[in-house]
Each structure stands twice: as structure tokens, then as C-alpha cells.
């Protein structure tokens, strides 16, 4: 067993763990996610071609049938993180990559996308590489409304995801244990 | 693998990850913590019995060297744990267990079997039931002092250890990745 670990880049941009981030919730709080929920089979569709050459493209529908039609399907408890390389931008102002209207641009998951795990597949949480699990294009959120609303968690600014395989290593998500936390720094584990 | 997830028994009581408590120190901060060092086998010393009868009683080189003579040499990287029972008293007053006096009483590491994980085996972490690495009736907190003061971490109010074996478990760590924290809430899970 090999540990390979990514949370966060540094501890000025650690890996966040949301659960009421940006959306008004009844919901769970972070530190009431369930532990069997923060570990399982780690799902890597990796789009940082397409999103090298377009900051605001981001996981689709196709991308995870795509995945499915060379892995199988996305099993149930799945995590599911997005590897676009925006990790390689953070500290940089491309991080965020405001355009001078002050809208920003960097990939996440399309709603489509998100509302198949959700629906048609038993995934538990889905990770970016990102600052958001929206593309920064977004002006509604949708996904934060849609996911972290079904109660299902989100993990942002995650790092190092090329050293992983597309399937075949377990994440565990060092989630913040504080009562009633919409979320917060984490630490981030996977084993291959 | 199974995985079993004890990282405390309750929102508030959640396990905790110390570098800094406690201490006058310039060493490192807990999200400094290197990813590698929270993660490893996990050692497991049963002090049950006699921490049921005496809870000034704490693990001793004596209970080192025993299971040593069972287990076989406490391997490097390894992160020992206490297992006294006491999580079965969190939120109760015998979890402190304040006398008249105002004194605590309850199981922790005295310094002689700290200091020989220190300096005699290559342990990176250790872990207890109770509410602190020391002994409630320590006046001085010898074992803050010198295993926090070695850079090395320590766990306190962690739960659920009696479903683990004594070895074989993997141990890892969600310390907390804030920056400058001298510790704080973690969620805690082992792989057996």
C-alpha cells in the first residue's frame, strides 16, 4: 500500500471540505458528515487538456460517460474529482483568472454532470482542483445548490491528482470535525 | 479492507491534534505536520484493567516492553495509542474526574514510556482515550513538554480503539490544516 497525498498545495490554500457553502441549508453540518462517507473508491476524470485551452469548460455528462466507457461503471460510494491542472495555478493570479470585469474563469462541474452522480449514480462527494465546484463563469451556483443541498459534500483546491490513477485509489477526506461547520480546511489522503 | 473510524465520540468531544498545547515552542504547526507522519501503523497498548482500578495509572515502559514481547519490535513510523477505556466516560464527569480538590484523575503516558517511543524507537505519533497525553495528576506535563517539544504530535479524545486490533491496523490522521494552529479538531480513521 502506497499513500500519496494531496491536500491543497499549501496551508495558505489547503483543500476545502463544504457542506453549507454558499447555499441556505437545514442541511448536515460538516462535522455530522457520516466518517464511511469521507472514505471510498476515488473516481479521476481528467479534462486538463480542453481545460488548458478554455478556462470556463468543466466535467460533463459526456466526460463521465466517457470515463464509464473506459473504466465501467462509477461505483456506488464513489468520490469523484475533476483533474483539470489548475492546481498548478494556485498562488497565481490565474487561480482565480478575473477577466476586467472582474468575472472569473476556471473550470468545475457543469450541473449536468453533477445531477447524474446524484441521480443516476451513488456518489457521495465530488472534488476539484479548482476554487469552486461551479465553473468560475458560474452566476447561480448551481451545483453548489444542487449537491451540497442533497446533503452530499463538496472538496475544493485539491493538488496532485496526476500522481493518482483514473480508478483504483481510495481517498479519505480529513474533514473538519467543528460542530455546526459549513465546512473548512482539510486534510486529503489517497492510497494506491 | 474495512475501515474504522474513531475520531472521537461526538462533535463535542472530537478528537484532537496537538503540536503546539501546552507548550512554549517554535517548532512546527499542526498543519505543518508532513502528510507522511499522520498516516502509519497503529499500536495499540491495553491498559483497561488496570486504568479501571486506578485512574492514576497510565502506560509505562513496563506495558511497552510487554507488548513489545508479544508484538515484536513497535516498527518506525509507527503511532501508538492508549486504549484505557476511558472514552466510554466522555461527556460524563468521570471523564475529567475532578476530586474535591480540584485535581484530575485519569490514564495517560507517563514520561518514562514516551521518552523511550522518543529516543528508543522512531514512533511520530501517540495517541490517547483520555483527555490528555499525560496523566490528570500531573502537576508539570512532563509529556507535553517533551514529546510536543520534538516536533512530534499527539492525539487526544479518541474513541472506538477496543474494535482495533493491538497491530495491524493503518492509522490515519485528519489533523487540523489551518495555518499556525497549534492543533485542533481531526477526523481520525483506521484501515484494518
New interface residues.
Given amino acids: ?1 502506497v ?1 500519496i ?1 494531496f ?2 498545495t499549501s ?2 490554500t ?2 476545502l471540505t463544504w457542506t453549507r457553502h454558499c447555499i441556505r441549508s437545514n442541511g448536515v453540518s460538516a ?2 458528515i457520516s ?2 462517507a ?2 471510498g473508491p476515488l473516481v479521476i476524470v481528467d479534462i486538463r487538456q480542453r481545460a488548458g485551452a478554455d478556462s470556463d469548460s468543466g466535467v460533463t455528462l459526456e466526460d463521465l460517460k466517457s470515463w464509464e466507457s473506459h473504466h465501467g461503471r462509477i461505483a456506488s460510494g464513489a468520490i469523484v474529482a475533476m483533474n483539470s491542472g489548475w492546481d498548478a495555478h494556485v498562488r497565481t493570479a490565474k487561480f482565480r483568472n478575473s477577466d476586467d470585469d472582474g468575472h472569473l474563469h476556471f473550470p468545475g462541474f457543469h450541473i449536468e454532470a453533477a445531477e447524474f452522480l446524484l441521480t443516476e449514480r451513488e456518489v457521495v462527494g465530488i472534488a476539484v482542483d479548482s476554487l469552486s465546484l461551479d465553473v468560475g463563469s458560474t452566476k447561480d451556483f448551481p451545483v453548489h445548490t444542487r449537491w451540497l443541498g442533497s446533503n452530499r459534500w463538496g472538496l475544493e483546491c485539491i493538488a496532485n491528482l496526476a500522481e493518482l490513477p483514473p480508478q483504483g485509489a ?1 481517498i ?9 461547520a459549513s465546512g ?6 489517497a ?1 494506491v
Same sequence: chains 1, 2.
Avoid at 479519505?172 to 455546526?180: D, L, Q, R, S, T
Avoid at 473548512?184 to 489522503?189: L, N, Q, T, Y
Wanted: zero cysteines.
Fill in positions: 500500500m499513500s497525498i491536500d491543497g496551508s495558505n489547503p483543500a462535522d455530522r466518517p464511511e469521507l472514505i481510495t479519505i477526506v480529513g474533514g473538519p470535525k467543528i460542530a455546526g473548512g480546511p482539510s486534510r486529503v489522503f492510497l
